[in-house]
């Protein structure tokens, strides 16, 4: 049974739809005669060790729907990994503030986080139900159909590839756009979601579940302008030559990580000048451009899916019931139900060592043969999750004019 004081804190990378699941946990939790309040603990566990509290139970239900609509991290967040002595400091502030449920909305590092929390409470005698609810923009959960904040990211992605080939169509040359992803294709995958003519780009897709070669790389470049004058390019920032290094590690003079000892891609550039230079220096086009997304596809405004908004709610919703019905730690899971118009989630509770720490990446169902474009599977896959309002480019149909100068 849900009671007592509870606690809720986001960690990891922030998402577009990150703060619904925040306040789907709160009102949901309001329900429930036999919880006193809820806290919220600012940046992530880091908050909790300093007693870095808002005491969300007096937070109004109108300002709880605002801020459920704005992107980010509304508590902040942090990428901080808890060793045991970290938890016992945790431990130390959940006991005195008598906190018995925990709540922790993030990705497979944070899920980590939470399985480690609860591993050392059960060690201690510490009674404390860990609860963790999905949230990535990599979309690279285990268990999972998918995770929320992955259909937001992925319709700026798809809408931001339909204006650059636009762009690209107008003035051709090459582009090439660099997309966060460091195992998992799911997000650079997206940027096809846009195409509606046989010619649209991205006209190459590169995701680090395929090897990369340079080599191949400039040829497909070179037969893709030979044929339409233009080449749109979607690169993922994990992709990596056979050896299994990173092209992008390849460039930088001192690489840093996190506390999870994940190597940090997205703060540069480097990865787009270096493709970019490479088909400048071993091809005779000279209009070539290249991009780094970066941050923007973690929480753009004005381009959120109402299905993701709608998940991301439900998960949080869902975490609250599961912790007072079930009374077990867990991970709250989406499961598909139905493809097109059947589409539908069922939300279930899985056990935390099947999710933490772990990475899904994308099927071979889902990447073509030739290793540089995605499937219609695909496409089924995460046309419903992004909803039915994506944009559409259109193109004049008018015929041409007969020229009459002989020049």
């Not at 938890?87 to 909305?105: D, M, N, P, V």
Request: net charge negative; proline share 4%; hydrophobic share 40%.
């Amino acid at each position: 049974m849900l009671q007592g004081r509870i606690l809720v804190a986001q960690g990891g990378g922030p998402t577009a739809v990150i703060n619904q699941s925040l306040a789907g946990i709160v009102l949901e939790a309001r329900k429930h005669a036999a919880v006193d309040t809820v806290y919220g603990a600012l940046h992530g566990v880091s908050g909790i060790v300093d007693e870095n509290f808002l005491d969300l139970g007096r937070e109004s239900a109108a300002n709880l729907e605002q801020v459920a609509a704005t992107p980010c991290s509304a508590l902040g967040s942090t990428r901080d990994k808890p060793d045991a002595a970290y938890c016992a400091e945790i431990f130390k502030s959940l006991r005195a503030h008598q906190i018995q449920t925990f709540f922790y909305i993030g990705g497979n590092d944070s899920s980590d986080t939470l399985r480690i929390l609860a591993e050392e409470a059960k060690a201690v005698g510490y009674p404390l139900r860990c609860v963790h609810i999905p949230k990535t923009i990599d979309n690279d959960l285990t268990v999972n159909d998918h995770t929320p904040g992955y259909p937001s990211a992925a319709k700026f992605v798809a809408s931001a590839f339909a204006g650059i080939n636009l762009d690209n169509r107008a003035l051709q040359g090459v582009y090439v756009g660099v997309i966060m992803g460091r195992h998992a294709g799911f997000l650079t995958a997206a940027a096809a979601l846009g195409r509606r003519f046989d010619d649209d780009g991205p006209h190459l897709v590169y995701l680090p579940e395929r090897t990369f070669s340079t080599d191949a790389f400039i040829a497909d470049v070179r037969r893709v302008h030979d044929r339409l004058g233009r080449c749109v390019v979607a690169v993922s920032e994990g992709i990596h030559d056979a050896d299994g290094t990173l092209v992008a590690a390849t460039l930088a003079k001192k690489l840093e990580t996190d506390a999870h000892g994940n190597v940090q891609l997205s703060g540069s550039g480097a990865l787009a000048d270096l493709l970019t230079d490479t088909i400048k220096s071993n091809t005779p086009i000279k209009r070539v451009r290249g991009d780094t997304f970066g941050y923007l596809q973690r929480s753009f405004m004005g381009c959120v899916s109402r299905v993701d908004q709608a998940e991301a709610r439900a998960a949080g919703e869902n975490g609250v019931r599961f912790a007072d019905s079930l009374a077990r730690d867990g991970s709250v899971t989406l499961h598909r139900t139905g493809d097109g118009a059947d589409y539908g989630i069922e939300f279930k509770l899985s056990p935390l060592d099947d999710v933490a720490g772990k990475t899904q990446v994308m099927a071979d169902r889902f990447i073509a043969d030739c290793a540089t474009d995605v499937t219609p599977a695909f496409i089924d896959y995460l046309r419903p999750l992004v909803g039915a309002d994506m944009p559409t480019a259109h193109r004049l149909e008018a015929p041409r004019v007969e020229k009459i100068l002989d020049r």
